[in-house]
């Protein structure tokens, strides 16, 4: 087996025993997995570093996230994630900065927290950050309507999910925009299948996709740069 498929391997084992037991008695078969994840996620960053400097000097662990579940709020009581991500972002993933999202899911289905899956953006973006990106949006010539063309030439799709059902307060209902003036999320995505996953050339294919995001990650961290400055003065 290469990386991925030992990773897959494990969680799709893990998904069928979700119970500390069987956890327990696998923890050296997770150990060795989360190192594995770790080797990725550690070329990635060492790859998106030579198209984007502001990810220099971070390592795997600024990267990643337990695999324990908070269940305290949550009906469903299973105490393990099925899945491994890593938000790959200037300052580390909690900074508050939009990044690269990177999940390996069990490969047994076509949604979260299953399926496998590349992301680019912010979910659930700041309001403050919201309404400067929807500002840029209606002055900035189709700036931004170009880069979402191009991201569809690489299979990326935008996450419109949790849009709006009208055009916010203070922004034209006429707009041709008025789609991208609804969202809440500013997101790229596409969910890979287990053939891309599993492939031994998975890093160098995921920069790929990553690198031909990089103007709408741009685009959405210049508004949290200038929130983040108008706050802090």
């Not at 500002?135 to 849009?163: H, P, T």
């Amino acid at each position: 087996m290469n990386r991925t498929e030992e990773i897959v391997s494990f969680l799709s084992d893990l998904d069928k025993n979700n119970d500390r037991a069987w956890f327990g008695q696998n923890k050296e078969r997770y150990l060795r997995v989360q190192n594995e994840f770790y080797s990725l996620v550690d070329e990635l960053i060492l790859g998106i570093s030579q198209f984007d400097p502001t990810i220099q000097n971070l390592c795997a662990k600024d990267c990643t996230y337990r695999i324990y579940r908070d269940i305290r709020f949550s009906k469903d009581k299973s105490p393990y994630k099925i899945h491994m991500g890593a938000y790959i972002c200037r300052g580390g993933k909690k900074s508050g900065y939009s990044g690269y999202y990177f999940h390996v899911g069990t490969g047994l289905g076509n949604e979260y927290p299953h399926s496998h899956m590349l992301a680019i953006g912010d979910y659930m973006c700041d309001p403050r950050v919201l309404k400067v990106l929807r500002e840029d949006i209606c002055y900035d010539g189709g700036e931004f309507q170009d880069i979402i063309n191009r991201a569809k030439e690489a299979d990326l799709m935008l996450d419109e999910d949790n849009s709006l059902r009208r055009v916010p307060s203070g922004f034209a209902a006429d707009s041709p925009f008025e789609r991208y003036l609804r969202l809440r999320n500013f997101c790229l995505y596409c969910k890979p299948d287990n053939k891309f996953m599993m492939n031994k050339n998975v890093v160098a294919n995921t920069l790929d996709i990553f690198r031909s995001a990089k103007p709408f990650l741009d685009y959405v961290n210049r508004a949290i740069e200038y929130v983040n400055d108008a706050y802090q003065n």
